[in-house]
Every structure is written in structure tokens, then in C-alpha cells.
């Protein structure tokens, strides 16, 4: 197997995404790719997969191509029996193949040739083996196995599941993977990266899994623009790797910004000095020494254009370091407060799924425990008190309820038996795990109270600066916003100004998320309640914001199957809903 790509440009109307990436993927790479949400990483995939032309540079493909993506877009009536017959259509046509060689094959003037090549291909392939693997893929994976269930009625990640499943067992030569790990629990994670492990082929994994990098990857292709303005290639395996070439490179990029400015502003104070010179105040008096004024003059403007001549050749235009994330200092409680009393309090909960939480479901997205009586949190006797600057992490495999507990703190679904309690003022910030604006207007849900992607009537798309302020209107309205502490948008480094200009649905999964996230500061909450919040985040945002989290005095609680996010925050309190 062999991958060459040299040079690729690609670029939408009116916004390029990539330039001058160049790799090269063989037997046994396992390349991670990481960047900020918009680079790219997405895109680059369809690019090696041949699903997209680059407008500039090549591509050069030997063997088979597998690619998974974030959301597997169905066809009407398709089920979960379609997708495994046709992943093992290929592999059983190569052994019907193989059998009519074999049958009509002449020992004296047959092509031993040919048939050696298809007995390979078959052994590499482990063609006769591809049903049971199917079968073990999908039970570790968690993945929907009734072959007669439609694909249009399974969540997002149950579908990806059923997909990697079916990819997995089809043992390409290259396989592209687009953030596989968004809906795996801990076992199936532990499934996929021993897969990805002995894969025979190649790996390209676009991933913000910082485990799965350190895990799995042999070099890490980094998306995000350099000092050069070019993306870069780390050739050391694993994520601790990475993660310090590049804080050196950043920093001595953040420098060398810092002295370039510096020669700008020098720059600007001599050439202001030099042709103030010029003015009245230091020539001669007029009727005295009338030839020496003239000739002052032009000298002193040679002297500051020669001295404007040296400085320009000397500076070096160097862009504009990445933004970093600038959390805002969110309260620990309201003046008056007592520091005893908890913000938000659930005794005893039960929750009992209703028909739209059962059909977003997705690896925890208002998913549960499902019994026969449709269940999804049952905790009989346990108190979840969050008091001020207090930390709780909900911790359990997918369909044990983390989602429907955070969304029974904030209120956001009824309780079939327990209560919740709410102090007074206390302001909630919510990051669902997945949203109408992740998912789609269309399957928005009422009780979530999402901002529209697009207006009513004609106003058209909404842009995030429109749906902010939409957003800041509402709270104000309801009082759980003061005026005093509101969190600009454009203060937070999470999204550029152009990007906030833009329609949300023009906004990559990436960039819709990082836009949830400050939706959920804009009222500086005295509590954070953040579902699976690295789902679509770059690394280095999930960093920054992991970093954030510990150190803010406002509440929080965090559900995540985040292994590195699990292991930063394990002196935090344990909620484990897997009991």
C-alpha cells in the first residue's frame, strides 16, 4: 500500500481551507492529524479518499481506500443488514473469484501467476473470516446488530458505529478515519485502538483524542498554520511528542511576533523624531543662514529615508501568532449567598426517556440505561449537590445516563420521581453534547431551548454575532442575565470576527461547537454544566480549556469520555453512573 500526496491546495467559494500539504502514508503509518476547527482535517480526507479534486498539488494511490465519516448520510428503507452485505460484498466476490480459478484452472497452461496473486489477496484480507468479524467489530463497538433495523432511525453515533464496525472488518489497504472516538465508550475505544494497532495497511486518523494519538500514532501531520504559514509534519510517535515540538515552536513564534512588533513601533518613533525635524521649531531663524536651512532640509529627509530603507529590509513580516483561549473569570456565587447551601441539588432522581430523547440518543446525547421500562436514570437514595467552586465529574459507558443526569441539573427533563433544587439567582451554563446546531435545525428539540440557525420569515441565516445577541436578549429577558457581567464573544479566542460574521450553518462541527461554548459564558454562570465537552475541539483549544475548568472559581460539572480528560481531573469527585 502506498499514499503520496505533494503540494494539495484546496479551497471553497470564496474561502481557501488548505495549502501546501504534502504526506506520505505506507504499510504500518499510522498518521494522526490534529488542527483548529476549520483547517481542514475533514476536507483533507475526502482529498486522499478522491472524493474531492485539490485544486493544486497531486495525489498518488496504490491499493484500496476506506474512509469513515463523522455522519453517514443513509438512503430511505437502507438498514444495518444493507451496510454489512455490501461492506462484505467486495470480500465475497473475491472469493467466488478465487473458487471458479481454482475450478477451472489448468496445471499445465494455466496462469499460476494470477492465481497466487488472488490466494494473497485473500490471505491478506482473511477473506473467509470477514462474517465473524463483522460480528466481533460490531458487539465490541457497542454498534446496532438486528440486520433488519433501519439506518433513519439510529442516532448519529449509533450509525457511526455500525459504519466503523462494517470498515473495520473490511481490512483496507488505507483506512481514513474522521474523529472515531466522538462515540465509543472506554471498551470500545480499547477495541479500536488494538484494530488501528495491527492494522496491515495504512492509518490517516483525524482525531482530538489525545489518548488515541499517544496510543496509536507514528507521526502527527498538524494542520494549523506555522510561522511560515505552512502546515507541519512531526515525525515523533505519540501526543507528549508533539505537544512539546510545538509549545517550543509557538513560543519562539510569540517571540519572534513580539521583536518584529517592537521594530515596528521603533520604526514608527524614529521616522515621527526624523521628519519632526523638519518642522519650524528647530530651523534657523528666516533672514539668518538661508542656504544652510535649504540644505538641513534635504539632508535630514535623505537621513530618514535611508533610515526608513534600513529598517524595512531588516523586519520580517511574521503573521500573527494563534489566538489563545481567554476564559473569563466567571463567579464562584452572587454577594449574599451562603457558601453552605448548594447551587443546584437532585435527591433521588429518576428520569424516564421521552420519544425525541430516544431518537437523539447518541453515545450518552440525552441517552441512558435502557430496560424494558425505558429507564434512563434511576438513582434511588444518592444526592448530587453542586455547591459554589464545587467539581463533579459523571463518569460510565454509553447508555448509562451521564447525558440525562446533566440534563436533569439543569432542568432541562422531567423527573419521574426525586427533586431539584436551584438557588435562587444561581446562573447555569450548559454545553450539550449535541445540539441543533451541531446536528441540525431540524432536530431541534423544544425543551432545549436552542438558538435557531436561521430566523423566522425573512431575515435569512443567522450569523453567531446575530445569534448572540439573540441569545443575550433572551436571558435578559427571563433575568438571568446582568448587564454588567456580560462575556463578549469576540473577547473569548474561540472564533475569529469573520467566522462569527458568518451564516452558523456555514460553520464546520468544529466551529458550531467552540460557538456553544460561549453561548454557554455569555451570563458568566456560577455553574458549568459541559457534556463530552472536547467533541470536535482541536487539541490545543482542549488543553487550554481543561487548564480553564480546573481553575475557575465558578462550578462545574463535566461528563466525559475524555481518557486524558478523566486522568487531568481524576482528584476531582466521582459520580460513576456504570453501577
Known sequence: ???????????????????????????????????????????????????????????????????????????????????????????????????????????ETGDLRRLSGLLARAEHLAAWDADRRVEVALTRLDAVRDPDRRLDTLSVGQRYRVRLACRL?????????????????????????????????????????????????????????????????????GYLAY???????????????????????????????????????????????????????????????????????????????????????????????????????????????????????????????????????????TRVAIPPSGRLLVVGPNGAGKSTLLAALAGRVPLARGTRTVTAGARLGIVAQETALAAGAETRAPALDVVDIADAGDAGPRSGFDAYAAEALELLQRGELDPEHVVPVAALGLLSEEDLERPLAELSAGQRRRFELARALLHAPHVLLLDEPTNHLSVDLVDELTRALIATPAAVVVATHDRRMRADLADWPVLDLSA
Open 1 to 107: 500500500m502506498q499514499l503520496t500526496a505533494t503540494d494539495l491546495a484546496f479551497a471553497y467559494p470564496g474561502r481557501p481551507v488548505l495549502d501546501g500539504v504534502s504526506l506520505r502514508v505506507s504499510d504500518g503509518t499510522r498518521l494522526g492529524v490534529v488542527g483548529e476547527n476549520g483547517s481542514g482535517k475533514s476536507t483533507l480526507l475526502h482529498l486522499l479518499a478522491g472524493d474531492l479534486q485539490p485544486a493544486r498539488g497531486g495525489i498518488r494511490r496504490k491499493g484500496s481506500v476506506a474512509l469513515v465519516e463523522q455522519e453517514l448520510v443513509t438512503t430511505p428503507g437502507q438498514t444495518v443488514g444493507d451496510l454489512v452485505r455490501g461492506t462484505l460484498a467486495g470480500l465475497r466476490a473475491l472469493a467466488a473469484e478465487i473458487e471458479a480459478e481454482a475450478a477451472a484452472f489448468d496445471h
Open 169 to 237: 472488518a473490511e481490512r483496507a489497504d488505507l483506512l481514513l478515519l474522521d474523529e472515531p472516538t466522538n462515540h465509543l465508550d472506554d471498551s470500545a475505544i480499547e477495541f479500536l485502538t488494538g484494530e488501528l494497532i495491527a492494522w496491515r495497511g495504512g492509518v490517516v486518523v483525524v482525531t482530538h483524542d489525545r489518548e488515541l494519538l499517544d496510543d496509536v500514532a507514528t507521526a502527527i501531520l498538524d494542520l494549523d498554520p506555522s510561522m511560515d504559514g505552512k502546515p507541519v509534519l512531526y515525525g515523533q510517535p
Open 243 to 381: 505537544r512539546f515540538a510545538k509549545n517550543q515552536a509557538l513560543h519562539r513564534w510569540r517571540q519572534r511576533y513580539r521583536a518584529e512588533q517592537e521594530r515596528a513601533r521603533v520604526l514608527a518613533e524614529r521616522l515621527d523624531a526624523s521628519y519632526e525635524g523638519l518642522s519650524d521649531e528647530w530651523r534657523p531663524a528666516k533672514g539668518s543662514q538661508k542656504h544652510r536651512r535649504a540644505t538641513r532640509a534635504r539632508i535630514h529627509v535623505k537621513a530618514a529615508d535611508r533610515l526608513v530603507e534600513k529598517l524595512e529590509a531588516e523586519a520580517v513580516e511574521v503573521p500573527v501568532p494563534p489566538a489563545r483561549l481567554a476564559f473569563p473569570d466567571l463567579p464562584a456565587m452572587s454577594p449574599g449567598w451562603d457558601a453552605g447551601d448548594p447551587l443546584v441539588e437532585l435527591r433521588s432522581p429518576r428520569v424516564v426517556a421521552d420519544p425525541w430523547a430516544l431518537r437523539q440518543a447518541q453515545d450518552g446525547a440525552g441517552s441512558g440505561r435502557r430496560d424494558g421500562d425505558g429507564v434512563r436514570v434511576d438513582l434511588p437514595g
